[in-house]
């Protein structure tokens, strides 16, 4: 619909950030829980629930009354006879993990599952192992080896035939990869000392990621390097020298990295919706609304739920807990 059109391109081709996600993801929590002597997989698991869910779940039942109200009138004609399916594995959540945005009622929301994924099975799995990835050389060839991988995985993932379902595989592997490649980064970044990195040698990296994302937008180059240049990026900006990571410190960077998840979560509905702008508004107004609304519905989202029923959760789960 439109595929002629610049800034709908550019606007998409930022779901490589996913990835970048992904990896940033395995690095934190590596951060976060590894500096403690023991984990609380309770707690652990109240707030990783509490970061990305009731987000996650507003934003797919506000798809559901239309859909839901024809089904019930009109049967599974109206919506298809898959639909009952769509349902459960979007509300379980793991639509993401059965076939990616595919069968996920609010498109870019298919991550959500596949970090879900992460949070319960792989970061387990990666601190009972963290004895293993003690030794140097041992997490820089297995960081290599992800690195490789992820960058294959997008253009050889398997598709598996389970019980005449053929199942996309690529979708979980590339985010458990992807996480797991972060959560080594950060490994690797605790056995180095900070002083030996200079302030160019994070510029130099954030300046060839950049251009590396240029020349593929322009198709001067395959966007698969990003996933090469991501792991490198998000070890470089962990040390918090150079310029851009002083650039990245400023308010206006600060709120888009709140706000992000909400901007993830709520862009699609609304890129939806003004589409039905198009026979009646020029194309630039139209992105500019687009930018204007994301953003304005990020913040009162971000600010009067995601935030609030992040706290509440967390201290309902506390006194549960405790």
Not at 73 to 85: H, I, T
Request: net charge positive.
């Amino acid at each position: 619909h439109e595929q002629n059109n610049a800034f709908f391109q550019f606007f998409h081709f930022g779901g490589y950030a996913v990835d970048l996600f992904f990896i940033l993801s395995g690095f934190i929590l590596n951060w976060v829980y590894l500096s403690n002597s023991k984990i609380n997989w309770p707690n652990y698991l109240q707030a990783r629930a509490a970061r990305i869910l009731p987000l996650y779940f507003l934003t797919t039942l506000l798809y559901l009354p239309i859909p839901v109200w024809n089904m019930i009138k009109q049967g599974l004609a109206s919506v298809g006879k898959d639909y009952p399916f769509v349902l459960i594995v979007n509300l379980l959540p793991i639509s993401g993990i059965v076939d990616g945005w595919r069968y996920t009622i609010n498109g870019p929301a298919w991550s959500v599952s596949v970090e879900c994924f992460c949070y319960v099975c792989i970061f387990p799995i990666l601190y009972l192992a963290r004895k293993m990835v003690e030794r140097t050389d041992l997490i820089i060839l297995a960081s290599v080896f992800l690195t490789v991988v992820c960058v294959t995985l997008y253009e050889t993932a398997p598709i598996i035939t389970i019980f005449g379902f053929p199942w996309d595989s690529a979708w979980l592997l590339q985010g458990v990869f992807e996480f797991s490649s972060g959560f080594l980064m950060c490994a690797i970044f605790r056995k180095f000392s900070v002083r030996t990195i200079s302030n160019w040698m994070v510029d130099s990296v954030f300046i060839a990621t950049f251009v590396v994302f240029i020349f593929s937008l322009l198709g001067f180059a395959s966007s698969n390097l990003l996933l090469a240049a991501f792991p490198a990026l998000v070890f470089f900006a962990a040390t918090d020298k150079g310029i851009l990571c002083k650039l990245l410190k400023l308010a206006p960077f600060q709120w888009l990295g709140g706000r992000s998840y909400s901007i993830y979560l709520w862009h699609m509905p609304l890129l939806i919706s003004s589409y039905h702008l198009k026979p009646y508004v020029p194309q630039i107004v139209i992105n500019g609304l687009f930018v204007v609304s994301v953003l304005g519905v990020a913040e009162i989202s971000y600010r009067f739920f995601e935030c609030p029923c992040r706290e509440y959760i967390r201290k309902f789960s506390f006194s549960l807990v405790k």
